[in-house]
């Protein structure tokens, strides 16, 4: 069997949204007040979801696809690149082709190249399941059917009581543990930081006090703000805060890491093992999270757990799409990788091509036996299906 094409397609389904978009996080660019202003994007499809997706194509009609992917311009370049070294190739030599491309361009160890990488790879993973007729993550030697979920409640409004109502909402669905975003920085002044510690209190009191709760930072704080923050949130006891700085700040995530007991999340803008060795040998974070569809795929997210292990730290994909973290996860013992992550709000749109549900009625996700990665399309709710690009050599 080889490897004869690469393509990305535009799928169309019918969708009706089950949540609305109420709000943002606090991001990086908050710092200039022109960004700061900014609200949330209230704008909700109201009848269909298109998304992208990447196909690997062979000589025997069998595929591999990972999606909903991220596809800008450059995206597309790099793939034109990345696919003639794939085209005419073994899928089943899919460890070696990820060697092969992270070795394509001297950029191409970290960021969109990365990306790039990561998509071809899920995607080999994918149909490699298909030619054994095996789900991914019995390949990978896992048997873990279920696996617990924590919520993320990006999107949904942070003013207390609303916080408050929709978070004993997901607790009530069996979800043991949910995520909540800060929408205040630094810009924001003691204003800011009285909000987000009201919104902290107002959860826990809420949830319980042993009820698992995190919350995430997107970026956006500097050390000295999260330090005075610190101070109160400690009482909160959240089981980690995430992505308090910028990823490359490494120095200053020390700083943090020596002045409080505030566990310490990051990794999803960390690509590839070497990366997230250097934060891991420094004992920085409780919690790592790189993404297998941002660090290097299927492939090199496996490499960054079995690190995390080696230094007692949990692996905890981020969510950007979940069944290749869900494949790792299954892959791994639960008390190195207890968790996956899931954005009820945004899963709920990237679900929606898919047959599968994923999140069972008693706050689980679970595996299905479907080979490769088991994302289904879900052909009753297609309403387009059509070729963007394909690159053939």
């Known amino acids: 069997m080889k490897i004869t094409s690469v393509r990305i397609e535009r799928k169309t389904v019918r969708f009706t949204p089950k949540y609305s978009s109420e709000a943002r996080s606090v991001g990086p660019l908050d710092i200039y007040e022109e960004y700061a202003a900014r609200s949330h994007s209230n704008a909700e499809e109201t009848g269909t ?10 000589d025997e009609g069998l595929e591999g696809v990972c999606g909903p992917v991220e596809c800008r311009s450059e995206l597309l370049t790099i793939m034109d690149g990345l696919s003639a070294h794939l085209c005419g190739r073994d899928p089943m030599e899919n460890r070696m082709l990820w060697d092969i491309l992270s070795r394509f361009d001297r950029h191409s160890r970290s960021g969109v190249m990365m990306m790039a990488i990561s998509a071809l790879d899920v995607a080999l993973w994918d149909l490699k399941g298909k030619i054994l007729g095996l789900p991914v ?22 003013e207390p009581a609303a916080a408050r109502e929709r978070a004993l909402a997901i607790k009530a669905m069996g979800v043991g543990a949910q995520k909540w975003f800060f929408r205040y920085g630094p810009s924001d002044g003691a204003e800011g930081i009285r909000k987000n510690l009201e919104l902290a209190f107002t959860l826990r009191e809420a949830l319980g006090e042993d009820y698992e709760l995190m919350f995430d930072c997107w970026m956006s704080w500097t050390v000295s703000y999260a330090r005075t923050i610190f101070q109160e949130l400690e009482k909160v006891r959240p089981m980690w805060v995430e992505e308090v700085l910028r990823p490359h700040m490494e120095d200053g995530y020390r700083t943090l890491r ?29 919690v790592m999270q790189s993404d297998p569809v941002w ?8 490499r960054i757990a079995d690190l995390c292990e080696m230094y007692g730290v949990t692996y905890i994909p981020h969510g950007h799409t979940l069944a290749p973290a869900m494949h790792v996860v299954a892959a791994m013992p639960p008390d190195i990788c207890p968790y996956c992550e899931y954005l009820l709000n945004i899963m709920d749109k990237k679900n929606a091509f898919f047959k599968h549900a994923r999140l069972d009625s008693d706050g689980w996700l679970t595996m299905n036996e479907t080979p490769g990665l088991g994302e289904e399309m879900d052909e009753e709710r297609m309403l387009k299906s059509e070729i963007l690009t394909e690159f053939k050599f």
């Not at 660090?295 to 496996?302: D, K, P, R, S, V």
């Open 137 to 158: 993550y019995r390949i990978l030697g896992g048997g873990r059917k279920r696996i617990r979920p924590y919520i993320s409640a990006l999107g949904f409004s942070v």
């Open 49 to 58: 979801r298109a998304a992208l997706f990447l196909v690997v194509a062979t």
């Open 258 to 286: 020596a002045c409080t007991d505030v566990p310490l999340s990051a990794g999803e803008h960390l690509y590839t093992r070497m990366e997230v060795h250097s934060y891991l040998k420094d004992n920085i974070f409780a």
């Open 295 to 302: 660090c290097g795929g299927i492939t090199e997210a496996l």
